[in-house]
Each structure stands twice: as C-alpha cells, then as structure tokens.
C-alpha cells in the first residue's frame, strides 16, 4: 500500500455517481482561542493497493508531529481495501500547543506490530491565541 494524496480540509463532498470528491477550506494555519484544540478537520488519504493487500484488513493512524519532534497518534481506524485505489477520511485533530506541525499517515497490516510511514506530510501553523 502506498499513501499518493494527503490533505487536511474543514469539509468536503462526494459525488456519488462520479466517485468525484471535492476538499473545501484547506487547512494550513489556525488561531483558536485556546489550547490544547480539537480542530473539526478532515484529513484525507488516498491509497494505491498492492494486489496482495486487497480484501485484507489494515490499520491507519494521523501523526501530528511538532517542530521539537514530538509526536501525537489518532487512534487506529480499520480499512479493508477492495480495489487498487482506497480513499480514507479521518475526522478531528488535535494540536497541544502553538507552533509548526506535520500531519503524516501511518498504516500497518491488522496484527502486524511495524507502522509504516508514508512520506507525504501536511503542513500545518498553530498560532498563539488572541487575547
């Protein structure tokens, strides 16, 4: 499996007859009025799939990682790839604090222990809150 797209919107939409989606309001910098802050995002992964992996579960986690290389993990979504291309929406962020981050994907076989990592990376600004 392969992640070749990554964004973070605040909405999107699906055509259903086209299987067309639509990402609006990309998301690149933030001022919430305080924090920690759990952004209403969506961040989007789109996937090619190895013949092998198809119809196999799998698991997928968004890594926040800040500028000191600390790093924040969702919680583990499970997919179950049909065909050679596999679209996944994962709702809500966390950001701790102000400062600059990069939102990854990492997804593993179900059982296994690695992650694997994808190279695509999200940026995203965390401004300080307005007083």
Known sequence: MRCFLLAVSQASTLDRYTNNFSLFFLLEELTPSAYPVRLQAQTHAFFEVDH???K????????VASQDK???FS??????????RHRVRMNGLVIPNPGAYRVLMEWRRKGH????RGELEWPLKANSPLQ
Do not use: G, Q
Request: glycine share 0%.
């Open 52 to 54: 092998d992996e198809r």
């Open 70 to 72: 600390d790093e924040f």
């Open 75 to 84: 919680d583990a979504l499970t997919i179950e790839p049909a065909s050679e």
């Open 56 to 63: 196999v579960e799998h698991e997928v986690r968004l890594v």
């Open 113 to 116: 222990d690695a992650w694997i």
